[in-house]
């Protein structure tokens, strides 16, 4: 079974202890009324009565709290696996990018590795990701249209990978630099301005 029809048959049980629940509720009140009136004659009766109520209403709220338990570490499970695949992904698009740059020239393999790269990229990246990508792309094509990259090239790709950068890190791990006080905008700025200073000692 996939991850989200998982999720989906988790749900569907959540609805059927909700309604179990209420019927457990409506039933018990209804039941422990006619017997509370029945039991009155025998002793100890009534105190019985409320400890059977009492442990199947435990039952089943350790039921519901095990089934939510469960469709949350699912959840879990699922955004880490699917951060691994994108880190990944990322990963080898960079590696590609540096290898590239490194050998000054671009070979019809690499530019084979870099289109099914996109594929994958379309697979997991977001959408800002994407759009950066697609800017990224149009530079680095621009660059490599003669197999070779001149300076003023070089630095043109770079800073076109220094944008793209920013917005995978953003997709990664956006909500954490948030939670440190750490702007997007900011982190855009230093990124560029270390690739900037990078290329400007090159130089």
Excluded: C
């Amino acid at each position: 079974m996939k991850q989200g029809e998982r999720i989906v048959a988790l749900r569907r049980q959540d609805i059927l202890y909700l309604l179990l629940s209420v019927a457990l509720v409506v039933g018990g009140y209804l039941w422990l009324r006619a017997a509370y009136r029945v039991a009155e004659q025998w002793p100890f009766t009534q105190e019985i009565l409320l400890v059977i109520l009492g442990i199947v209403a435990t039952v089943l709220i350790t039921a519901l709290l095990l089934n939510k338990q469960t469709e949350v570490e699912l959840e879990k499970e699922w955004s880490l696996k699917f951060t691994e695949l994108k880190v990944t992904i990322y990963s080898a698009l960079l590696d590609l990018i540096e290898q590239v740059l490194g050998a000054g020239r671009i070979t019809e393999q690499e530019r084979l590795r870099l289109q099914f790269i996109t594929h994958k990229l379309a697979l997991v990246a977001a959408p800002n990701v994407l759009a950066e990508y697609q800017r990224f792309l149009d530079v680095f094509e621009k660059a490599s249209a003669d197999s070779t990259y001149s300076p003023a090239e070089v630095r043109a790709v770079h800073e076109a990978l220094a944008r793209l950068t920013a917005e995978i890190r953003k997709d990664l791990v956006g909500d954490s630099d948030i939670s440190a006080g750490y702007s997007d905008e900011a982190i855009s700025a230093q990124i560029m301005a270390n690739t900037q200073r990078q290329m400007h000692n090159r130089d």
